[in-house]
């Protein structure tokens, strides 16, 4: 107190715990007899437990009254705790006899950290002059299992240049929540001079972490020793490590007088981090190695399982106050900064080891809990007579990197019942990040951002592998689960007097690889089946399994509020899993031997940014989700007789299935008196990741050998969906402009690749199928798996608005047999391909004001390339290799395109609307097709190839356009049918104990009558324009059949039957082009119409090869038939009105005619001999019709 009034108040707290504890209980060296228990059990057990509570705290008060005064306030408070503990049970190098069970045991479940840590200050004064000022700083950082004292040397650092970084060179980052870490650059091309501090490190696929390997371990570990067990053989590795963490900074100051400032900050960083090894396992033997007799159905259990859990709280807020009679200033800043990883390995495993049992069970089991729920929120509130300032911001970083594996690798394991190996992973990481800012005064700044991350990118691996030998009396099971989830929310808010701007941003990503094979390796069992599954987040059925709607999902939202708003938010939400069930080496079994590989996948992103302003606002939301997950079950060894198994196998089963749903939804919303705009972007995706296969279903090389069926299934559902909203109401200029995309780009494979496979007593099927069921109908759960919407509004004095949404699917279905391969059946070979694809795109505009104007753009774009293709052989030109042969793909192919624009305007009004749909090649590959290669194909009964296609393309357009004065409006509607269906023979010699059909269907059944839509190509165009002075309208539509039909026997191949051999090509087209247009006005009205119909498709049928020989008679009868109907229709109508004068113009073409020189219709005979027994019919056959009507 007094004239001069100065006071100062600080507190620092700190604390640091570590706990650096070794545990172990074990038998080392005890040979020559070693350690025996002939009547009782042998127990090894090591247990540690860990606790660190830490409560940490800071507070600090200044106040001040004087002619002049001044108080600083400033707390500080941080906490350390680290846990480093080894825990060991172990048997080394010893001989050791139970008559009992025998056990060994690590425990280290009660691993814990719960820290608590606060600063708190407070400043006031007064005076003619006050000042005042306050900080709060919090620091909390907490290890388990993971050495913060890493000293991992790194090629460069984040401020090194380097003109080039290669693969395995390291970069030590040296800023930011990522400080002092080190990742190695994993990718497959060298980086060109790259900026080492704008790198994703977080992306799995060019970068990972290095130095941070277990600081603390837990095992249970047989090495090198020999044990003989009449009971059961248990090996335990089992941990836990919770870090529970609240920390919390807040600072106020308050300054009152004359003249008074105010500031205020509070900060908090947070850090936790779990690294620890689990590992339960036998390595290695000694002597005859391990027996063991078995008790109670049980004979040896290994199992490593770790419980990992994080849960994080920061919370910051600072509060500014100033009032002064002749001016006040408060700055308020609130931060809030966390980062939180789990990183560690659990093993459970068999290495190189001899083991032999009686009876019971075998099981080898590692598994892996990791959690992380994180959350940080920043507040930041001004409040001050004259200026005032809030700023918030916070940030929540979080990462699961685990590995989990469950394996035998190496030795020899002679077992007297089942085998079960088994991987279990759940990883769930949650960060919630919220930030609001505040700044009341006459002139008041306020921003506010959120920053939240997540990546969990777990390893999971069940396996036999590395030149083991396993025989099992009972059924072997190799498996793996993975269910995983990664889920992030982003909140900024900003409210300020002046000025306000909102941003936030959140990125959820999901990156799992899962693995159950059998590689290089022998296994079999006598009295069982093999199983080798990998799971992702789904049921063997492929539904959800993760216990949430969304596994990866990241919600962002801004709004802001003041004279000038500006708010964004992006969302990207990203699942890019590979998952793999394979079986290499030797399989054999007396039962079935199954491969499943099945996931679930359907990330969801959300944005929501809202602006609100007396002035002028804009908000801007942009939101992605991808799925790309690969799916993959496979056979590249050998499924051969081994033991007294008679065959390879009772049955083959090979199953890739998945399930893929991308989502994105984008709003924004802006509001000003004077002037708002908004921009939109949605992208939904299902596509490949790293040009992996979406889902494969294959065999390999090798030879297999079944009694029963041979069964491979590709199958994926999948669907995209986009989007985009966005409304921008002024009393001034208002734009908004939305943008959708979304894209279906998958690829399934399901065959055999140049490998040998029979099927003594059964059948083969190899099928993929895509968003289809075995007979091509929709299976996607939805009418268009792929859909892209787009809304744009905007209300002004000048109103202007634009929006476009893209709908695509190039979806690719391989059904094959390669050249080089051979299959043998008892029973029937089926190669099927199925799909239905129906991408929509559909977009919208209404625009209002003293004039409006408004454009929509949607395009839809069907190509996919569906195939089936037998290209290897079947038995032998001798030996018929199947009862029938059928190769077959069913497929349903449609686009839809619809767009609205409506503008009203006092003044004026104009709109353009444009919709464009396409069914198109991909590339140079048909859109569908059956085929036989140059193989060899023998049946005794009859071969079937048929290509099948349903297809339609449709676009409407519509436009409404009304103004006061004069009123505009024009619109396009673009339809495209442009497929290709082709099935034919290659080359080789066919032969079928019954007849030989060969086929091309397009909107047609075999008698050529339409079996599609009533218009396969439709084009629609509407415009209408109305005002008191003059309007002008145009509706132009355009639609194409440019349909390719092609059914082929190539020169080369030679065809024999005992019955018919037909070849057949049958399309139904049927292009319809409409057009309406209306104009009137006060004054003058003009219209134009115009509609254009088009029939251009190409049906051919040719038969080039051979039927029997000049003297022998190789068919029946043969038909080669085209049977095509084409039809144009165009229809346009105009009409116009005004008082002083009205003009239109109505215009329509419809033709059916070639496309350069492809015939519309041909069927004919090659250069090949020909010799049947019966009739030769060679007919084609064309139905046209041109109507034109205005």
Do not use: C
Not at 8 to 17: D, I, K, L, Q, T
Not at 978 to 999: F, L, N, W
Not at 1084 to 1104: K, L, P, W, Y
């Amino acid at each position: 107190f007094g004239l001069g009034g100065v006071s100062g108040s600080f507190a620092v707290s700190v604390a640091r715990n570590e706990i650096s504890s070794v545990v172990r209980a074990r038998i080392a060296g005890a040979g020559n007899g070693g350690v025996r228990s002939d009547t009782g059990d042998v127990t090894l057990l090591a247990d540690a437990n860990a606790t660190i509570k830490a409560e940490v705290a800071a507070a600090a008060v200044a106040a001040s009254v004087g002619v002049v005064g001044v108080s600083f306030a400033g707390a500080g408070a941080a906490a350390r705790n680290v846990i480093l503990t080894t825990t060991e049970a172990s048997i080394t190098g010893s001989d050791v006899v139970s008559a009992r069970d025998l056990s060994v045991t690590a425990e280290s479940t009660g691993q814990t950290i719960d820290a608590f840590v606060l600063a708190a200050a407070a400043a006031f004064s007064g005076g003619v002059f006050a000042g005042a000022a306050a900080v709060g700083a919090s620091v909390a950082e907490n290890y388990i299992g993971w050495n913060p004292y890493s000293t991992t040397s790194s090629t460069y650092t984040t401020n090194s240049t380097p003109s080039s970084l290669t693969t395995s060179q390291t970069v030590r980052i040296l800023d930011g929540p990522r400080a002092g870490d080190v990742y190695r650059y994993v990718g497959a091309t060298p980086l060109a001079a790259p900026d080492l501090k704008a790198q994703d490190y977080t992306d799995e696929t060019k970068w990972q972490q290095v130095g941070t390997d277990a600081a603390g371990s837990t095992r249970a570990i047989v090495d090198t020793s020999r044990l003989e067990v009449t009971g059961k053989l248990t090996i335990l590795a089992d941990s836990g490590a919770d870090i529970d963490a609240d920390v919390a900074a807040a600072s106020v100051a308050l300054a009152g007088g004359g003249v008074a400032i105010a500031l205020a900050a509070a900060g908090l960083y947070v850090l936790n981090r779990i690294g620890a090894k689990t590992e339960a396992a036998i390595i290695g033997t000694r002597g005859l190695g391990i027996d063991v007799g078995g008790s109670a159905g049980t004979a040896i259990t290994v199992t490593a399982r770790d419980v990992s859990t994080i849960r994080a709280y920061g919370g910051s807020a600072s509060i500014a106050a100033s009032v002064g009679v002749f001016g006040s200033v408060a700055a308020a800043i609130a931060i809030a900064i966390a980062r939180n990883d789990i990183r560690g390995q659990v093993l459970a495993h068999m290495t190189g080891a001899t083991v032999d049992t009686t009876s019971g069970s075998t099981t080898i089991q590692a598994s892996e809990q990791a959690t992380i729920s994180a959350a940080s929120q920043a507040a930041a509130l001004s409040v001050s007579g004259g200026i005032s300032v809030a700023g918030g911001g916070s940030s929540e970083d979080v990462s699961i990197t685990t590995a989990t594996r469950a394996y035998v690798s190496g030795g020899t394991l002679t077992l007297g019942g089942a085998l079960t190996i088994d991987a279990k992973d759940t990883s769930s990481a949650t960060a919630t990040v919220e930030t609001i800012s505040a700044a009341l005064s006459v002139i008041g700044f306020a921003a506010a951002g959120s920053f939240a991350r997540s990546v969990v990118a777990p390893t999971l691996e069940a396996a036999i592998r590395d030149g083991a030998t396993v025989g099992a009396a009972g059924a072997i099971t190799v498996e793996a689960t993975e269910k995983a989830r990664s889920i992030v929310v982003a909140n900024g808010n900003a409210y300020g007097s002046t000025f306000a701007a909102a941003g936030s941003v959140a990125i959820a990503t999901l990156a799992a690889d899962v693995t159950a094979s059998v590689s290089g390796a022998q296994i079999w069992t006598t009295a069982g089946a093999i199983t080798i599954r990998a799971r992702y987040n789904a049921t063997d059925a492929g539904a959800n399994d993760a216990g949430v709607a969304n596994a990866a999902s990241a919600q962002a939202g801004a709004s802001s509020g003041s004279l000038v708003a500006l708010s964004g938010a992006s969302a990207t939400a990203v699942d890019r899993a590979v998952v793999r069930a394979f079986g290499g080496g030797t399989l054999s079994a007396s039962g079935a031997i199954s491969l499943l590989a099945v996931s679930y996948a359907a990330p969801k992103a959300d944005t929501d940014a809202l602006a609100l302003a007396i002035g002028g606002a804009a908000g801007i939301a942009v939101t992605s989700s991808e799925a790309r997950v690969s799916t993959q079950a496979y056979v590249d060894g050998s499924v051969a007789q081994l033991s007294t198994n008679t065959a390879g196998a009772a049955s083959l089963t090979v199953t890739a299935r998945s399930v893929q749903h991308a989502k994105a939804d984008s709003t924004a919303l802006a509001g000003g008196i004077f002037a708002a705009g908004n921009a939109v972007s949605a992208t939904a995706v299902v596509g490949l990741f790293a040009a992996r296969p979406t889902t494969r279903a294959t065999l390999g090389s090798g030879s297999i050998s079944v009694t029963g069926d041979v069964t491979l299934d590709s199958i994926l559902t999948a669907t995209a969906i986009a989007a985009a909203k966005g409304i921008a109401v002024t009393g001034g200029v208002g734009a908004g402009a939305s943008l959708s995309s979304a894209t279906l780009e998958p690829k399934l494979e399901a065959g055999v690749d140049g490998g040998s496979v029979t099927s003594t007593a059964g059948a083969i099927t190899i099928t993929a199928r895509y968003n289809a069921t075995t007979a091509g109908a929709n299976a996607s759960g939805v009418s268009n798996p792929v859909l892209a919407t787009a809304q744009t509004t905007s209300g002004g004095l000048l109103g202007i608005s634009g929006g476009r949404s893209t709908a695509t699917d190039a979806g690719i279905v391989d059904t094959y047999t390669a050249s080089g391969s051979t299959l043998r059946a008892a029973n029937a070979i089926t190669l099927a391909a199925r799909a239905f694809v129906a991408p929509a795109a559909r977009t919208s505009g209404l625009t209002v004001g003293g004039a409006g104007v408004g454009v929509t753009f949607a395009t839809a774009v069907a190509k996919p390339s569906i195939v089936a293709r037998l290209d290897g052989n079947v038995g032998t030109a001798a030996l018929a290799g199947a009862s029938s042969v059928s190769v077959t793909t069913i497929a349903t192919t449609s686009a839809l395109a619809e767009t609205t624009a409506v503008s009203g305007g006092i003044l004026a009004a104009g709109n353009a609307s444009v919709a464009t749909s396409k069914v198109e090649q991909n590339g140079v590959r048909p859109t569908v097709e059956a085929s036989l290669g140059a193989g060899t194909v023998r049946a005794s009964g009859a071969i079937t190839v048929t290509a099948q296609l349903t297809a339609s393309s449709t676009a409407g357009s519509t436009g409404l356009s009304v103004s006061g004065g004069i009123g505009a409006g024009g619109s396009v509607a673009d339809a495209t049918l442009a497929p290709k269906v082709a099935a034919g023979v290659g080359g080789g010699t066919k032969i079928a104990g019954g007849a030989i059909t060969i086929q091309s269907l397009l909107n047609a059944n075999t008698a050529g009558t339409n079996q599609g839509p009533t218009h396969s190509t439709y084009a629609e165009a509407g415009a209408t324009a109305g005002s008191g002075l003059a309007s002008f309208s145009g509706a132009f539509s355009d639609a194409t059949d440019a349909s390719v039909v092609d059914t082929f026997v190539l020169s080369g191949a030679t065809l024999n039957a005992t019955g018919a051999v037909s070849v057949l090509s049958a399309a139904y087209g049927a292009a319809r082009a409409f057009s309406h247009g209306i104009s009137v006005a006060g004054a003058a009205g003009v219209g134009i119409s115009d509609a254009s119909a088009i029939s251009r498709a190409s049906v051919v049928t040719r038969f080039e090869g051979n039927i029997g020989t000049a003297a022998i008679s190789g068919a029946a009868t043969l038909d080669v038939k085209t049977l095509a109907t084409q039809t144009a229709d165009a229809e346009s109508d105009a009409v116009s009105g005004g008082i002083l004068a009205a003009g239109n113009a109505a215009l329509a073409n419809a033709e059916v005619r070639e496309t350069g020189a492809a015939p519309n219709a041909r069927a004919g005979l090659g250069s090949g001999t020909i010799t049947v027994g019966g009739n030769i019919a060679v007919v084609s056959r064309l139905l046209a019709t041109a109507t034109a009507d205005t």
